[in-house]
């Protein structure tokens, strides 16, 4: 059975980002003051083809710690659905 996940990666909470930063600081030189405390991550869409939801889960899970995530400086959260 084929398995769909979306993945969203951010940067940990304690952590500076400074491209986050940069982004914040531009939305007054574009008109948009109100905006701010911006964080930027990464979003990513894979496929797994498993038995079941948890052994897909299972699978993400070990994807994102073993290389999608850097866990020292970033967290992950994911959804999967059938597809």
Request: net charge negative; with cysteine; charged share 30%.
């Given at each position: ?11 940990l909470k ?9 982004v914040a ?19 990513i869409t ?38």
């Amino acid at each position: 059975m084929k398995f769909k996940a979306e993945i969203d990666i951010m940067p940990l909470k304690v952590l500076l980002d400074p491209q986050g930063n940069a982004v914040a600081a531009s939305m007054k030189n574009v008109g948009l003051p109100e905006i701010g405390n911006v964080r930027i991550g990464k979003h990513i869409t894979l496929e797994v083809e498993a038995d079941s939801k948890e052994k897909a889960s299972q699978k993400i899970d070990e994807a994102c710690k073993k290389l999608l995530a850097n866990q020292i400086m970033e967290s992950y959260e994911f959804e999967v659905s059938e597809g």
